[in-house]
T-cell receptor, first 114, second 111 residues
Framework: GAVVSQHPSWVICKSGTSVKIECRSLDFQATTMFWYRQFPKQSLMLMATSNEGSKATYEQGVEKDKFLINHASLTLSTLTVTSAHPEDSSFYIC??????????FGSGTRLTVV | GEDVEQSLFLSVREGDSSVINCTYTDSSSTYLYWYKQEPGAGLQLLTYIFSNMDMKQDQRLTVLLNKKDKHLSLRIADTQTGDSAIYFCAESSNTGNQFYFGTGTSLTVIP
């Protein structure tokens, strides 16, 4: 079946640095990518939606200058957390869809900012 | 990665029960989850079950786990139109550092 590879699985970075998370669809064309952040009660908050070749649409309350999303090709989307702070420590997960037909999730990235 | 599978679509009549099924392959799964996604929203955690449990009930929701067959189901009693959404099952190990989601089941409730 469809596979989305998300890297890295976990990362520790220093406060003030930037971290890039990649999501690749391995065997299908991801026309739409979704980025989520998981909060302590296990609900996943939708951060942004991106269509290939277009600017991402951010949800209310998500800083687009802090969470940079690039979806330059049909198989790759990246989320860059810029100038990371400890409060950005969380679990980030991507999901990809091909023309709205089903969703395939990455396995997530655990970010710890120290 | 691990395989988590769901059927893509389910339609039920209002007032009937809905049963959404999920199968997974990872025998080391510790937690199994059901999430609900309404249009344009994130994934809301509905319920979860530990792998050493067989059943969990929470109001209209009943989760059944058959660990031998690696089969998880979510039963919604007295399904309402507000239950129309996409339902995802997911599993994780006890570290919680890796999640594996199903593709989602789109539930349509017919008035």
């Amino acid at each position: 079946g469809a596979v989305v590879s998300q890297h890295p699985s976990w990362v520790i970075c220093k406060s003030g640095t930037s971290v890039k998370i990649e999501c690749r669809s391995l065997d299908f064309q991801a026309t739409t990518m979704f980025w989520y952040r998981q909060f302590p009660k296990q609900s996943l908050m939708l951060m942004a939606t991106s269509n290939e070749g277009s600017k991402a649409t951010y949800e209310q309350g998500v800083e687009k200058d802090k969470f940079l999303i690039n979806h330059a090709s049909l198989t790759l989307s990246t989320l860059t957390v810029t100038s990371a702070h400890p409060e950005d420590s969380s679990f980030y997960i991507c999901s990809a869809s091909s023309n709205g037909y089903g969703y395939t999730f990455g396995s997530g990235t655990r970010l710890t900012v120290v | 990665g691990e395989d988590v599978e769901q059927s893509l679509f389910l339609s039920v009549r209002e007032g009937d029960s809905s049963v959404i099924n999920c199968t997974y392959t990872d025998s080391s799964s510790t937690y199994l989850y059901w999430y609900k996604q309404e249009p344009g929203a994130g994934l809301q955690l509905l319920t979860y079950i530990f792998s050493n449990m067989d059943m969990k009930q929470d109001q209209r929701l009943t989760v059944l786990l058959n660990k031998k067959d690696k089969h998880l189901s979510l039963r919604i009693a007295d399904t309402q139109t507000g239950d129309s959404a996409i339902y995802f099952c997911a599993e994780s190990s006890n570290t919680g550092n890796q999640f594996y989601f199903g593709t989602g089941t789109s539930l349509t409730v017919i008035p």
